[in-house]
């Protein structure tokens, strides 16, 4: 079976860095995604790790260690339009050949606030 | 802009009435998916098509049936609505172009009454 976990909620202030974490554990493992999800409106992709390290794209940036079964995606220099759900989502090659299915963790709830 | 549609953002229903949620895809991707999701919760995946091949989940009621006539349309159907039903709709499309990345529409939100 799958298992994501991520923190419920964090708060930040504007201007800073966060940094959100998300382990898990699956049967096999094809890659890990981070989306952004405003209050009511649908995931948007942010970041695609499959190898171990640090892929940077701007103010976020998100880390890969397959061996600890951990990622985090940290976000500088905070701004208040950050206040979302982070979504971790790690791919399952367990799925038919070449649908490679999502299984989302719960999200984390950031606010950031003045 | 080539993305992903759907309609209507806001569907209102009656317990037992079926309803019929519709996603429009201008990616020419030949996945697409059917997510779930309720308020604080991960997005669950209910089914899937593989260019036609479906694909449904194990812990999917029966209750939940989709159809994809062809590559750019996919509906989900909802037999019988109950309460527990109320939740975000999320359609997704994905290829192997893009290393699977899932593209999301805008979603359903589903009322039931």
């Known amino acids: 079976g799958q298992n994501i976990d991520q923190p419920t909620e964090m708060t930040a202030t504007e201007g800073a860095i966060v940094q959100i974490n998300c382990t898990y554990q699956t049967s096999g493992f094809n890659g890990l995604f981070w989306y952004q999800q405003h209050a009511g409106e649908a995931p948007t992709f942010l970041s695609y790790n499959v190898l171990d390290g640090l892929e940077e794209k701007g103010r976020f940036s998100s880390f890969l260690s397959r061996s600890k079964g951990y990622s985090y995606l940290l976000l500088k220099e905070l701004q208040m339009k950050d206040s979302a759900s982070y979504l971790c989502?790690?791919?399952?090659?367990?799925?038919?050949?070449?649908?490679?299915?999502?299984?989302f963790g719960t999200g984390t709830r950031l606010t950031v606030i003045p | 802009d080539a993305m992903v549609i759907q309609n209507p953002r806001y569907q209102v229903t009656q317990f037992g009435k079926p309803v019929t949620l519709s996603c429009s895809q201008t990616l020419n991707h030949n996945v697409m998916y059917w997510y779930q999701q309720k308020s604080s919760q991960a997005p669950k995946l209910l089914f899937h098509y593989y260019d036609k091949d479906f694909n449904n989940e194990a812990d999917t009621p029966d209750n939940f049936q989709s159809r994809r006539p062809n590559t750019s349309f996919c509906f989900l159907d909802i037999r019988s609505p109950g309460l527990g039903d109320a939740a975000m709709y999320l359609c997704?499309?994905?290829?192997?172009?893009?290393?699977?990345?899932?593209?999301f529409g805008p979603g359903t939100r589903l009322t039931v009454t």
């Open positions: 997704a499309t994905s290829s192997e172009g893009t290393n699977y990345e899932q593209y």
């Open positions: 989502a790690v791919r399952d090659p367990e799925g038919p050949a070449g649908a490679n299915n999502l299984f």
